[in-house]
């Protein structure tokens, strides 16, 4: 039972929220109205901007031209099921698959395919063809003209069947041909008619984005009084605020995850369904092939005691004298039809998993050995990028507060969400495979590590603090080792302590010492044991055996790989299109004359992340920072963090490739130092502050600042957003394109 000492921080909390209620009482009477005329804005957004082609077809006069089309009728004896029952709908067949009506002479606004929606649900890609006053025959992509694009409609999503032509006067002939080659026949259509008025369709999705987005812009204003509010001032109420906006963010990161992959791998009756097994509340199934189950494999494997996967390489494998020549191996494969583990170490006449081990440690073995199942792989990525978004925003609480006078709530919040949304996180998120957790779980040690190691320098009993950053900061070499440059911030971290201060050489500082250098050496010895067992070398992770696109044995060091790497990572720019989501993949042009491992990747982060663009500014804005302060902590982490993030991409480059996952390596080396220099120039602008019957009034400066900043964060998170919704191999857009169709129709509302 809770005593009442114990509420004394949630009444000290509540006491807090009431005194600024009743000193901004006019303020929250203001903002209260405001939230108000955002509802009412977004709701009539919604009514009559996005539902604009219900009023623009309301006078539209219907044409059925069902009859006219000349296909087959689908009736029940033809389908061999009473489901298509209604009446004379069109059977469309893979051999009978145009639409072609003449005559028409009129004036087409609009075709609308009304498709059963009992039959299975698919995208159908559809070629509209047609002659007007402008065209005798049917007009098709010239030199330099562009035809009628091809049009991709859901038989799931009701808007994408209403379909807008934009003709030159009356349309004599029209001629509807599906072209998409993995359609699934037959086809049953209940109707086709022209110039039919679209229903009106409320969008509860479309409604709440487009009130979030309204509201941020008000939130966030320059003369926002959330600005006015400093953290240093009033601790717990920010803290509570930071907290809900956290655990909102979290809720979209779940949600994102869950709902929009299909390599979850957990079913229950009413998720998932099609994989439920019928009477467990909850039960775990495998997604992906053979090699999506490494982490599993190996823990099966560890159960049963031994280090390699339990699966026999072919023997073709094992007699080769370069098995990793990947031409060789494929040449084999399909003489002798033995399929072989792709990207798995291969040593010695066994597989192995080359990844870092410190998942199957911390999640599947345990699993495994608890339920004998695998150890559903998506969950650990979302626990993962969890601790990531509750570290990363301790991390910048723990510098706001004790390194900055200035910081107010606003601006906090604010850089928060990039921080966030821009570290690849979502990324990650996007595909939750074993691929995606080992840099999740590093980037969530990494954060945490870093907290601790703040904590402690603040701290009287700094050991434990010390010992428990060290330990995550030392286990990211167990997930992924390149990593381990994010220890070099200790460097700026402890310098002036233990070298400056020379509290190294007080009994307390050796002790201290060794609590920050003694989890290394425990988690060294236990690395280089694991990898002497596997590969017989305490320094061999097995990379370099892996059976990938290139020989990893002879692939070497190379400095011509560094700078198309550098330019893919850093400053090219992003590819655009017409279409929703507006971003595609970027073009990849090198002079290097050798083998570049490249996948598909969407531009530089410097440039396409314009809250990175103050990074510009460093120098002016450290100068300050050397001026006010006497300690130069803030500069070296810095300085610091940004070189690290320059030698990580480079070793992606040289160990792996350019990989658009990869950017969650080094991308909050690029915007921690990016958020520091905001918070830097905010106290340099915030000190011209005046204030006016208890009340901060912002010089104009500081305002276009907050304005600058805004627009950064928010473009920024679009980019990032489109990035997550780019149709992939392998993701929601891929796997259930139909009702992807949804999301493009929810946002393209105008076609």
């Given at each position: 039972m809770l005593k009442y000492e114990d509420m004394r921080p949630i009444e000290d909390i509540v006491d807090e929220g009431m005194d600024l209620a009743r000193e901004h009482a006019h303020d929250i009477k203001h903002a209260a109205i405001r939230v108000g005329i955002i509802f009412v804005i977004a709701l009539l957004l919604e009514v009559f901007l996005f539902n604009m082609n219900f009023f623009i077809s309301s006078s539209y006069e219907p044409v059925n031209l069902t009859s006219q089309s000349g296909m087959d009728i689908a009736e029940p004896d033809k389908q061999g099921s009473s489901a298509f029952s209604q009446n004379d709908?069109?059977?469309?067949?893979?051999?009978?698959?145009?639409?072609?009506?003449?005559?028409?002479?009129?004036?087409?606004?609009?075709?609308?395919?009304?498709?059963?929606?009992?039959?299975?649900?698919?995208?159908?890609?559809?070629?509209?063809s047609f002659t007007d006053s402008a065209h005798e025959t049917y007009f098709n992509t010239t030199e330099y003209t562009f035809g009628v694009p091809e049009v991709d409609v859901s038989t799931f999503s009701e808007d994408s069947q209403y379909l807008y032509l934009q003709s030159s006067g009356l349309i004599q002939d029209l001629r509807l041909e599906i072209v998409s080659e993995e359609t699934t026949y037959p086809i049953i259509l209940n109707a086709i008619v022209?110039?039919?008025?679209?229903?009106?369709?409320?969008?509860?999705?479309?409604?709440?984005?487009?009130?979030?987005?309204?509201?941020?812009?008000?939130?966030?204003?320059?003369?926002?009084?959330?600005?006015?509010?400093?953290?240093?001032?009033?601790?717990?109420?920010?803290?509570?605020?930071?907290?809900?906006?956290?655990?909102?963010?979290?809720?979209?990161?779940?949600?994102?995850?869950?709902?929009?992959?299909?390599?979850?791998?957990?079913?229950?009756?009413?998720?998932?369904?099609?994989?439920?097994?019928?009477?467990?509340?909850?039960?775990?199934?495998?997604?992906?092939?053979?090699?999506?189950?490494?982490?599993?494999?190996?823990?099966?494997?560890?159960?049963?005691?031994?280090?390699?996967?339990?699966?026999?390489?072919?023997q073709w494998l094992q007699d080769m004298d370069n098995p990793y020549d990947k031409g060789a191996r494929?040449?084999?494969?399909?003489?002798?039809?033995?399929?072989?583990?792709?990207?798995?170490?291969?040593?010695?006449?066994?597989?192995?998993?080359?990844?870092?081990?410190?998942?199957?440690?911390?999640?599947?073995?345990?699993?495994?050995?608890?339920?004998?199942?695998?150890?559903?792989?998506?969950i650990g990525v979302l626990i993962a990028c969890i601790a990531f978004v509750l570290g990363i925003t301790a991390l910048m609480d723990r510098f706001a507060r004790y390194h900055f006078k200035r910081v107010s709530l606003g601006l906090f919040l604010l850089l928060q969400i990039p921080l966030v949304g821009c570290s690849g996180m979502l990324y990650l998120a996007k595909f939750p495979t074993f691929y995606s957790l080992p840099i999740a779980m590093a980037l969530a040690f990494t954060v945490w590590g870093l907290y601790f190691w703040l904590h402690g320098r603040a701290s009287q009993k700094a050991w434990g603090w010390y010992l428990a950053g060290s330990f995550c900061m030392a286990l990211v070499v167990a997930c992924r080792p390149q990593f381990i440059v994010f220890s070099l911030l200790a460097f700026p971290l402890f310098w002036r302590k233990f070298i400056t201060e020379k509290h190294i050489f007080t009994p307390k500082g050796i002790r201290e010492f060794l609590c920050l250098i003694a989890p290394y050496a425990v988690v060294a010895i236990g690395i280089m044991l694991?990898?002497?067992?596997?590969?017989?070398?305490?320094?061999?992770?097995?990379?370099?055996?892996?059976?990938?696109?290139?020989?990893?044995t002879q692939r070497g060091s190379n400095p011509g790989r560094f700078l198309p790497a550098l330019f893919a990572y850093f400053l090219q720019t992003p590819t655009t299109t017409?279409?929703?989501?507006?971003?595609?993949?970027?073009?990849?042009?090198?002079?290097?004359?050798?083998?570049?491992?490249?996948?598909?990747?969407?531009?530089?982060?410097?440039?396409?992340?314009?809250?990175?663009?103050?990074?510009?500014?460093?120098?002016?804005?450290?100068?300050?920072?050397?001026?006010?302060?006497?300690?130069?902590?803030?500069?070296?982490?810095?300085?610091?963090?940004?070189?690290?993030?320059?030698?990580?991409?480079?070793?992606?480059?040289q160990m792996a490739g350019i990989l658009q996952r990869y950017t969650a390596d080094y991308?909050?080396?690029?915007?921690?130092?990016?958020?520091?220099?905001?918070?830097?120039?905010?106290?340099?602008?915030?000190?011209?502050?005046?204030?006016?019957?208890?009340?901060?009034?912002?010089?104009?400066?500081?305002?276009?600042?907050?304005?600058?900043?805004?627009?950064?964060?928010?473009l920024s998170i679009l980019y990032v957003t489109l990035v997550c919704l780019v149709p992939e191999t392998g993701w929601y857009s891929d796997v259930y394109d139909w009702a992807y169709q949804d999301i493009i129709e929810m946002v393209q509302f105008w076609t």
């Amino acid at each position: 039972m809770l005593k009442y000492e114990d509420m004394r921080p949630i009444e000290d909390i509540v006491d807090e929220g009431m005194d600024l209620a009743r000193e901004h009482a006019h303020d929250i009477k203001h903002a209260a109205i405001r939230v108000g005329i955002i509802f009412v804005i977004a709701l009539l957004l919604e009514v009559f901007l996005f539902n604009m082609n219900f009023f623009i077809s309301s006078s539209y006069e219907p044409v059925n031209l069902t009859s006219q089309s000349g296909m087959d009728i689908a009736e029940p004896d033809k389908q061999g099921s009473s489901a298509f029952s209604q009446n004379d709908p069109v059977r469309l067949t893979e051999s009978s698959n145009v639409l072609e009506f003449h005559d028409l002479n009129k004036e087409i606004h609009n075709i609308h395919l009304d498709f059963d929606n009992t039959q299975a649900a698919q995208n159908v890609t559809i070629q509209i063809s047609f002659t007007d006053s402008a065209h005798e025959t049917y007009f098709n992509t010239t030199e330099y003209t562009f035809g009628v694009p091809e049009v991709d409609v859901s038989t799931f999503s009701e808007d994408s069947q209403y379909l807008y032509l934009q003709s030159s006067g009356l349309i004599q002939d029209l001629r509807l041909e599906i072209v998409s080659e993995e359609t699934t026949y037959p086809i049953i259509l209940n109707a086709i008619v022209i110039n039919d008025p679209q229903p009106f369709a409320f969008n509860g999705l479309r409604f709440f984005i487009a009130f979030l987005i309204l509201l941020f812009i008000y939130v966030f204003r320059p003369k926002s009084s959330i600005y006015r509010c400093r953290i240093k001032e009033h601790p717990r109420f920010s803290r509570v605020c930071i907290v809900a906006a956290t655990a909102f963010e979290v809720f979209i990161l779940t949600v994102y995850l869950l709902f929009g992959s299909n390599q979850v791998g957990i079913a229950t009756a009413q998720y998932n369904s099609g994989s439920w097994d019928g009477h467990s509340i909850v039960n775990t199934y495998k997604v992906g092939g053979e090699n999506a189950q490494q982490y599993a494999e190996l823990a099966k494997a560890m159960a049963h005691g031994q280090l390699y996967l339990e699966e026999e390489p072919p023997q073709w494998l094992q007699d080769m004298d370069n098995p990793y020549d990947k031409g060789a191996r494929d040449e084999l494969q399909k003489t002798t039809g033995e399929a072989y583990l792709f990207d798995v170490a291969y040593y010695d006449g066994h597989y192995y998993v080359y990844f870092g081990v410190l998942p199957v440690l911390l999640f599947y073995l345990p699993f495994y050995l608890l339920t004998g199942a695998s150890f559903p792989t998506a969950i650990g990525v979302l626990i993962a990028c969890i601790a990531f978004v509750l570290g990363i925003t301790a991390l910048m609480d723990r510098f706001a507060r004790y390194h900055f006078k200035r910081v107010s709530l606003g601006l906090f919040l604010l850089l928060q969400i990039p921080l966030v949304g821009c570290s690849g996180m979502l990324y990650l998120a996007k595909f939750p495979t074993f691929y995606s957790l080992p840099i999740a779980m590093a980037l969530a040690f990494t954060v945490w590590g870093l907290y601790f190691w703040l904590h402690g320098r603040a701290s009287q009993k700094a050991w434990g603090w010390y010992l428990a950053g060290s330990f995550c900061m030392a286990l990211v070499v167990a997930c992924r080792p390149q990593f381990i440059v994010f220890s070099l911030l200790a460097f700026p971290l402890f310098w002036r302590k233990f070298i400056t201060e020379k509290h190294i050489f007080t009994p307390k500082g050796i002790r201290e010492f060794l609590c920050l250098i003694a989890p290394y050496a425990v988690v060294a010895i236990g690395i280089m044991l694991y990898n002497r067992a596997r590969f017989g070398s305490f320094f061999d992770f097995g990379a370099n055996y892996n059976l990938t696109v290139n020989d990893m044995t002879q692939r070497g060091s190379n400095p011509g790989r560094f700078l198309p790497a550098l330019f893919a990572y850093f400053l090219q720019t992003p590819t655009t299109t017409g279409v929703f989501p507006w971003i595609q993949p970027t073009t990849f042009d090198t002079t290097y004359l050798g083998q570049t491992i490249k996948e598909v990747t969407f531009g530089g982060i410097l440039v396409c992340l314009p809250i990175l663009w103050i990074l510009a500014f460093a120098k002016p804005i450290l100068k300050y920072r050397f001026k006010v302060r006497s300690t130069n902590t803030i500069a070296g982490v810095v300085i610091t963090m940004l070189i690290s993030g320059v030698v990580v991409a480079c070793m992606d480059a040289q160990m792996a490739g350019i990989l658009q996952r990869y950017t969650a390596d080094y991308s909050t080396l690029f915007l921690m130092p990016a958020v520091l220099l905001a918070f830097v120039a905010n106290d340099a602008l915030s000190a011209r502050a005046k204030t006016e019957e208890g009340k901060l009034l912002f010089s104009k400066s500081h305002e276009m600042y907050l304005r600058g900043i805004q627009v950064a964060v928010a473009l920024s998170i679009l980019y990032v957003t489109l990035v997550c919704l780019v149709p992939e191999t392998g993701w929601y857009s891929d796997v259930y394109d139909w009702a992807y169709q949804d999301i493009i129709e929810m946002v393209q509302f105008w076609t």
